[in-house]
C-alpha cells in the first residue's frame, strides 16, 4: 500500500493541510461536504496505483488552521485562490483535477482564473444554481439560504439533513458498494459541517461562473453527473454547464456522493475519461 505523506502550506489567512499518494501525473481532489483531506480514502486508495493523487483540508477545516483575527469573507474565488497556491507549491505542470460539489465550483474558478494551472477539469455535479432559469434559479437560492437560517436557529443536524434531502442522500438508505463504509457523524465532523452551513453555502450560494472564460478555457472541462442524480438541482446544474460551454456530459456511478459510496467503479469511469482526455 503506498504511504500517505503530509505536509502544509501557507495561504493568505490560514495554513493548509494536504495529503498525497501514489506516484505518477498529480490527480488534486477536490473535496465535496465538509471539505476534510481524508472524505475519498477509498477512492484515492485506487487512483493511487497511477496517479499522485492530493487531498486536502479546506481552509478551517480540519487540519487547516485560520489564523486569529482574520474575518474575510468567504467566496468560491477564495477557496481558488487557496488550490492555486497549493498547485504552485507542488508541481510547475497543468494538473489533472477531480471537483466534487463546492469543490467542483472551486475546480471550475480555478480553471477560469488560472487555467495555466489545470489540464482536465472533472467537475462532478457543481452546484451553479446561477444557471438555472427562472423560477427554479429563484427557488434555489431561497432553499440555501433557508438552509443557512435553519443553522442559525436550530444548529447543525437540522440544516445538514435539509441538504442531504436536497441532493437526495438518504443517511438511512444509502447504496453503497460492498465493503464500503460510510464515516460517522462524529464531533470532528459536526465542527466542519457548522463551518460549511456558516461560510461555506452562503459563498456557493452567490458563486456565478465566469462563462466566458470557462467556454474559451484551456483546459479540457468535463462536466460529471452521477446516475442516480436525476431530477435534482445539482444534475440539472451540471447539464446546463455543459450546455453553456459547449462539453459534453460524462455519467459516473453513483449520486451526488458518488465519489464516496462507488469508489471502485467511479474510479474505474475517472480512468477511462482521463484515458479519453489526456496521454498519460
Known amino acids: 500500500m503506498d504511504e500517505t505523506r503530509n505536509g502544509t502550506v501557507r495561504v493568505p489567512g490560514a495554513q493548509l ?5 501514489g506516484s505518477g501525473p498529480l490527480l488534486l481532489i ?4 465538509d471539505g476534510d483531506a481524508g472524505l475519498t480514502e477509498d477512492l484515492v ?18 487540519r487547516s488552521t485560520l489564523d ?50 489545470v489540464g482536465v477539469l472533472v467537475a462532478h455535479e457543481p452546484p451553479a444554481m ?23 436557529e436550530h444548529g447543525v443536524g437540522p440544516a445538514m439533513m435539509k441538504m442531504l434531502a436536497f441532493n437526495g442522500i438518504d443517511p438511512g438508505r444509502m447504496e453503497t458498494e460492498p465493503g464500503v463504509a460510510m464515516p460517522e457523524p462524529n464531533p470532528h465532523r459536526m465542527a466542519n459541517a457548522a ?3 456558516s461560510r461555506d453555502l452562503p459563498a456557493v450560494r452567490d458563486y456565478e461562473p465566469d462563462v466566458p472564460a470557462l467556454r474559451t478555457a484551456a483546459p479540457v472541462i468535463v462536466p460529471a453527473l452521477g446516475q442516480a442524480s436525476a431530477g435534482l438541482a445539482t444534475h ?8 453553456t460551454i459547449d462539453r459534453q456530459v460524462v455519467e459516473f456511478p453513483g ?6 459510496t462507488h469508489p471502485v467503479a467511479f474510479s474505474s469511469r475517472l480512468r477511462e475519461t482521463l484515458d479519453a482526455h489526456v496521454r498519460l
Do not use: K
Request: hydrophobic content about 40%.
Open 17 to 21: 493541510h494536504y495529503e498525497t499518494r
Open 30 to 33: 477536490l473535496q465535496g461536504g
Open 45 to 62: 486508495g485506487r487512483l493511487s496505483a497511477h496517479h499522485r493523487v492530493v487531498t486536502y483540508d479546506r481552509r478551517g477545516v480540519s
Open 68 to 117: 486569529d483575527g482574520d474575518t474575510r469573507p468567504w467566496s468560491l474565488g477564495l477557496h481558488a485562490d487557496d488550490v492555486h497556491r497549493l498547485l504552485a507549491e507542488l508541481t510547475g505542470e497543468p494538473a489533472i483535477v477531480l471537483g466534487s460539489s463546492i469543490g467542483a465550483l472551486i475546480g471550475l474558478d480555478l480553471a477560469a482564473r488560472h487555467p495555466e494551472q
Open 130 to 152: 446561477r444557471l438555472l432559469p427562472e423560477p427554479e434559479c429563484a427557488q434555489a437560492l431561497t432553499f440555501l439560504s433557508e438552509a443557512v437560517l435553519t443553522y442559525e
Open 195 to 197: 463551518l460549511f452551513l
Open 236 to 243: 440539472r446544474c451540471t447539464q446546463l454547464l455543459a450546455e
Open 255 to 260: 449520486g451526488h456522493n458518488g465519489m464516496m
